[in-house]
């Protein structure tokens, strides 16, 4: 349904994006009303949105008192509006299709729009392909690291989350800064919003169930799929493909895949902690990328990216050589998987948005064959990112892999308790990430390892 200037319309959820979606939407419908559904706005918030001309409410309103509804993806299905709309046929748009017509208020006919999406490896597939496209283009890149200037280096802004709205907030802090970028690349959760020239899915393994178990991210995720725009470039993992099924005919499919599969257009032919060799076969084009040995980062944590930036790359044409170089060069981004030095000691920095158990444990794997004393730096900082690092999974992680620790400690109120009883006197607590690394080489000496792995916005 496209949003006319005579629609009543109502946006669910604030906490993710909702409240620059109804500012935006109150200069294309007539009338606008918004709703608070999981009660994080304070009296003040709401009431600047009242002096706006924006209807709020904490509570749900009667969904046949507007001509459309526009929720994000992870909305649970029996909310009441959103049964209520589906009983009388009233249009519901997601917050990413939202985003999409309102991406037309903005000129961008001459820029070449990225959209990332998957499970894992949007922030590191996004960084490299910035890296990659800047040596011919201007780029500005909006990932959960912050939005980013590549051609001067400089960070535009920070703590932006990637709901599908921070792309529009992305684009007024560009436009601010009079920047004007030939290329965007959007890291952006669960889907696309219809208006890139490339999409992209970098995975979905580890699907895992969204709108209060109702249906699954990587349905979600599909949205970038079912809603590209005819003429433009899909760039998806294989197994991403195989899940989904039949696609579409109308856009360009460019599929990749982290492991050998020689049906794919990119994929590895070897690679190892010694590095690896990409084959690429797209159209005409068909060559090999070498990667080196990765001193400073772990590489089997980037080979996902590596393909999938490669891959990317090699359907805008650039040339394999300066793919090549990028990767020669690239030494790791900022808590992913990066070994650097800390006062005499081995910081192994994972700590980031997309932080898990999972990824923990593998930062384990990495720092262990370093050889030295661990002192390992776990947790969450819960203010910053929504989803949080899950207290069960961490309390299953200490007692599986404490006694290959010196010191461990937790950040995040909610791991405040397990350092309670604590008889060996090695579990301590700190409330955020740079409290934690502080305490850390109080713990050690040179030579040390000091392992991040907080879930954070970095």
């Known amino acids: 349904m496209q949003l006319k200037n005579s629609s009543k319309a109502c946006v669910l959820d604030l906490t993710h994006g909702g409240i620059v979606i109804a500012r935006k939407l109150k200069k294309t419908v007539s009338s606008i009303s918004a709703v608070d559904v999981y009660k994080t706005l304070d009296t003040g918030e709401l009431g600047a949105l009242e002096n706006e001309g924006i209807n709020t409410s904490r509570d749900a309103l009667k969904a046949t008192d507007f001509d459309v509804l526009v929720a994000p993806?992870?909305?649970?299905?029996?909310?009441?509006?959103?049964?209520?709309?589906?009983?009388?046929?009233?249009?519901?748009?997601?917050?990413h299709e939202a985003i999409g017509q309102l991406l037309e208020d903005y000129d961008l006919d001459d820029k070449t729009i990225i959209e990332i999406t998957g499970t894992k490896a949007k922030t590191s597939t996004s960084t490299l392909l910035a890296e990659i496209l800047s040596r011919e283009k201007k780029v500005v890149s909006h990932?959960?690291?912050?939005?980013?200037?590549?051609?001067?280096?400089t960070m535009i802004k920070r703590g932006l989350s990637i709901t599908p709205a921070s792309i529009l907030v992305a684009l007024d802090a560009v436009r601010e800064a009079g920047i004007k970028p030939e290329v965007f690349i959007f890291e952006v959760s669960l889907g696309g919003t219809g208006c890139a020239d490339t999409g992209v899915i970098t995975t979905v393994v580890n699907d895992?169930?969204?709108a209060n178990n109702t249906r699954m991210a990587s349905e979600a995720k599909r949205q970038m799929i079912l809603n590209a725009k005819p003429g433009s470039t899909l760039v998806i993992n294989n197994d991403a493909l195989r899940f989904f099924g039949a696609c579409r005919r109308d856009v360009n499919i460019v599929s990749f895949l982290d492991s050998i599969n020689a049906s794919c257009n990119v994929y590895y032919e070897n690679i190892s902690s010694k590095g690896g060799v990409i084959a690429y076969y797209i159209g005409k084009k068909q060559g090999r990328i070498h990667i080196r040995e990765a001193p400073d980062y772990d590489i089997s944590?980037?080979?996902?990216?590596?393909?999938?930036?490669?891959?990317?790359?090699?359907?805008m044409d650039v040339d394999a050589g300066t793919i090549e170089r990028v990767f020669r060069e690239f030494k790791g981004a900022e808590g992913r998987m990066r070994k650097t030095f800390l006062e005499g000691r081995i910081l192994i920095d994972n700590s980031n948005s997309g932080m898990d158990i999972r990824s923990a444990e593998n930062a384990l794997s990495y720092a262990k064959a370093e050889g030295g004393r661990i002192v390992m730096v776990l947790g969450e900082e819960a203010k910053e990112v929504c989803e949080g690092l899950d207290p069960a999974g961490v309390k299953r992680f200490m007692d599986k892999h404490m006694s290959e620790l010196l010191a461990l400690i937790l950040v995040g109120e909610r791991m405040k308790s397990f350092t309670k009883n604590n008889i060996n006197k090695n579990i301590y607590y700190a409330d955020s990430l740079s409290k934690g690394i502080e305490l850390a080489k109080q713990q050690t000496h040179e030579k040390d390892i000091v392992l991040s792995c907080v879930k954070c916005f970095r």
Do not use: C, Q
Not at 82 to 93: D, G, K, Q, R
Not at 143 to 153: A, I
């Open 301 to 315: 944590s980037y080979k996902t990216a590596f393909v999938g930036a490669a891959a990317v790359a090699l359907a």
């Open 73 to 95: 993806v992870h909305l649970d299905l029996k909310y009441p509006m959103l049964v209520e709309a589906a009983e009388n046929s009233i249009p519901v748009l997601s917050h």
């Open 143 to 153: 990932t959960s690291r912050g939005v980013e200037d590549w051609g001067t280096g």
């Open 208 to 210: 895992y169930s969204i």
